[in-house]
């Protein structure tokens, strides 16, 4: 055990050993195609799966607004003033409570993943690393959604989770997998969350953008390259993450 100080209040961090996981017996192979509207979406070439990241989104748009408020209404008392220790207070206890969603959140999302790969017998998870779009430059807006996206943090809470079961999280270059055509192998800028192929001459759509980012990933990873007419997931679902709804005072 630890008594640790966390900004005004101290928190107890306990350590618990567990029994050991079942361990992945298989040798599947499965990509991830990480994102800011969806936080990850998975496949093994035969199934997908598309984690929603909008409860995320959520979240750290409800933390701006609310401490723009807080530094509005703190920046108008005076050092030391009893309004201004109140105010920092109740900042500092909204700070502990979204942050604890947050975390909550993204152990869900993280923890839905593992045990898609583990009931599929995963034994490796290539994972794209978005270094390119982290670094783009498309307006005030997008770029504070971007800055805000902890890939990072969900990586770290996957390779953790996977490596309980003997499953490898392998970072790889994500450039191109989901602008690249399945059927003719041309790439085309997207837009839409639906892919479109820009060649006139092949024309194919309807899949999802994100679940053509995994294939491509997967493709990329085993094959060493873009396959042209390569067999797409035949099954896709979407779930969002069932997260623990916060304590409401009587």
């Not at 928190?11 to 029994?19: F, S």
């Not at 979204?98 to 593992?114: D, G, L, P, Y």
């Not at 024309?203 to 390259?225: P, Q, Y």
């Amino acid at each position: 055990m630890q008594l640790v100080w966390h900004r005004n209040q101290y928190w107890l961090h306990v350590t618990v050993e567990k029994p050991a996981l079942q361990k992945v017996r298989g040798d599947v192979t499965a990509a991830i195609d990480p994102g800011e509207v969806h936080t990850a979406t998975i496949t093994d070439g035969k199934e997908a799966l598309v984690v929603s990241g909008r409860l995320l989104r959520t979240l750290h748009r409800l933390r701006n607004k609310v401490l723009r408020k807080f530094q509005k209404a703190i920046s108008k008392t005076h050092k030391g003033s009893n309004r201004r220790r109140k105010l920092l207070a109740a900042k500092y206890r909204f700070l502990n409570n979204i942050e604890r969603r947050i975390e909550h959140t993204m152990h869900t999302i993280s923890a839905t993943v593992a045990r898609w790969c583990l009931v599929r017998n995963v034994k490796t998870v290539y994972i794209g690393n978005p270094d390119g779009v982290q670094k783009k430059d498309c307006g005030r807006k997008h770029n504070q959604r971007v800055s805000q996206w902890a890939f990072g943090k969900l990586r770290e809470l996957l390779e953790y989770k996977l490596k309980r079961h003997g499953i490898e999280l392998v970072p790889v270059d994500e450039r191109g997998t989901s602008g690249t055509c399945p059927v003719c192998g041309e790439y085309t800028k997207q837009t839409g969350r639906v892919y479109r192929c820009g060649n006139t001459s092949c024309g194919f759509t309807g899949i999802h953008r994100d679940v053509l980012g995994a294939s491509g990933i997967l493709d990329k990873c085993v094959n060493g390259g873009f396959t042209r007419g390569r067999k797409l997931p035949a099954a896709v679902d979407y779930l969002r993450p069932q997260v623990l709804a916060p304590k409401r005072a009587a």
